[in-house]
């Protein structure tokens, strides 16, 4: 078995950062990761002391078919850091490495939302500003900027016809499902590719926004608060638990 971190490849930030470690099995290449498999991750410097004890979180990725955990780690500044696991019966798996930069590129928790004007039903036809096959009409609504500019939102950059991880999709649909709980929040998909109708992955071109929040990867979940501020981000899976908590808090700010 060998834990692989599946998030930030372009480096974590400082202080407080969510990180999703993944369990491979060498045999077989999949993800071995389970709900029954408690795991606890040590944070070690470069040099291998720990620094620290953090339990891990199972998350589904796919519902009931794969997932990895969730960890929030303390960062304590810039550098080259070392993850080791103790994984229940698989015992004691590592290290991985995990870099942690000053300033990375993705809008972090802290930022001000970029007010980036994205695509809208109302001057667009749903199939083509969402691969969702069965979208939420309130989620194309807004643009990114009228969402942060009302108050408390949810933006949600996912591609569920053309996403790598097959992440996408699951995330938008916990979404989707939670969103009718809270109705004091804006919600927004963000299609990440201008024209999803191109016959070759070759084809695809980002949209704006993308550069604009920093993204190296998707889907990812950003929460802000009434300033207009990110309060909450998630990348790649998230439990229900993690998005009530972080709705709450965004509709109490």
Request: hydrophobic content about 45%; glycine content about 8%.
């Amino acid at each position: 078995m060998v834990p692989m971190l599946a998030s930030s490849p372009a480096g974590i930030g400082v202080g407080s950062q969510r990180v999703l470690i993944a369990l491979i099995d060498i045999d077989t290449n999949q993800l071995a990761a389970s709900p029954e498999i408690e795991v606890v991750a040590t944070l070690r410097d470069r040099i291998g002391s720990p620094l620290d004890e953090y339990p891990g979180e199972f998350v589904w990725i796919i519902p009931d078919v794969r997932g990895l955990y969730a960890f929030n780690f303390e960062i304590p500044g810039p550098g080259t850091f070392q993850v080791t696991l103790n994984a229940d019966s698989l015992g004691n798996l590592g290290p991985i490495g995990l870099v942690a930069v000053a300033e990375p590129p993705v809008v972090g928790v802290g930022d001000t939302a970029p007010l980036s004007v994205t695509r809208t039903s109302a001057d667009h036809a749903l199939a083509d500003i969402t691969s969702d096959p069965e979208p939420d009409p309130g989620f194309y609504e807004l643009t990114v900027a009228e969402a942060v500019r009302s108050g408390p939102s949810v933006i949600i950059f996912a591609t569920p016809a053309w996403c790598v991880s097959q992440a996408c999709g699951p995330m938008l649909d916990q979404v989707k499902g939670l969103a009718a709980d809270y109705p004091g929040l804006s919600f927004v998909h963000v299609e990440v590719y201008e024209d999803i109708h191109v016959s070759n992955v070759e084809d695809l071109v980002y949209v704006p926004s993308v550069f604009e929040w920093g993204l190296v990867a998707e889907p990812w979940i950003f929460v802000t608060d009434s300033s207009g501020r990110v309060s909450h981000s998630f990348e790649g899976a998230v439990s229900d638990r993690e998005l009530a908590e972080a709705f709450d808090l965004a509709l109490s700010s």
